[in-house]
């Protein structure tokens, strides 16, 4: 279902500052454009995780952070060990890059391992798993996805936007086809402007991770 107002839209976006170079004051200012703007998160580096629960306190935004990103090489343990820091410093989601290698090689006992780990080290809190939908294929991606709702991700989530190209309607419309309603949506990378934001809630997407959050809620105009 596609939003009716802006705050509808900005209630499905986790407003996104992933970059390495992201100073501290940029970061204390995306948690405040996210709070002005109700998104459902922020989502940061791990290093201000902290910082973001104690700017977003009381906002109703969600602080969410990144764990073994953006190329998903950490083994299980140490993703497991970042993502109960991260807990502990405040984070309520957690997105999580897949071990891309381990899909490619059909090695699904690892994926589904990597990804219990996580889920064990989190519990009550939201996980989402990247599958980097642009350098797999579509049975790939269908293969990943199951794997990953069938282990304990709450969301699974296109990409990283730091590899393989972003997100597009069709991989969003292929993982809402292939978990159907056991799962979240998160459509993150590339997404620059209103109509590919609503391109990607119409395939199926129920969060966007976006960089580009005041341009898209800009567009929309000033009618809340």
Request: net charge negative; with cysteine; hydrophobic share 45%.
């Amino acid at each position: 279902m596609t939003p009716a107002t802006r705050r509808e839209l900005a209630e499905r976006i986790d407003h996104t500052l992933l970059r390495p170079d992201a100073t501290w004051q940029e970061a204390q200012a995306a948690c405040r454009l996210a709070a002005a703007e109700h998104c459902a998160a922020v989502c940061l580096s791990p290093r201000y995780v902290a910082l973001a629960a104690e700017e977003l306190q009381g906002s109703g935004v969600k602080v969410c952070t990144v764990i073994g990103f953006p190329h998903g090489t950490d083994a299980g343990a140490v993703k497991a060990f970042a993502a109960a820091q991260a807990v502990a410093q405040g984070a309520e989601e957690i997105d999580m890059v897949i071990s891309l290698g381990a899909v490619r090689a059909t090695d699904d006992e690892a994926i589904s391992g990597e990804i219990r780990f996580v889920r064990a080290a989190m519990p009550n809190r939201t996980l989402k798993v990247i599958l980097e939908t642009g350098v797999l294929s579509p049975p790939e991606i269908v293969r990943a996805a199951l794997l990953a709702v069938a282990s304990g991700a709450d969301f699974v989530k296109t990409s990283t936007g730091f590899q393989g190209g972003g997100a597009t309607p069709e991989a969003v419309a292929l993982l809402r086809a292939a978990v159907g309603g056991l799962a979240g949506i998160k459509a993150s990378g590339g997404i620059r402007t209103l109509d590919e934001a609503r391109a990607m809630l119409a395939a199926g997407a129920t969060r966007l991770g976006l960089s580009h959050t005041s341009e898209v809620l800009g567009a929309w105009g000033d009618q809340p």
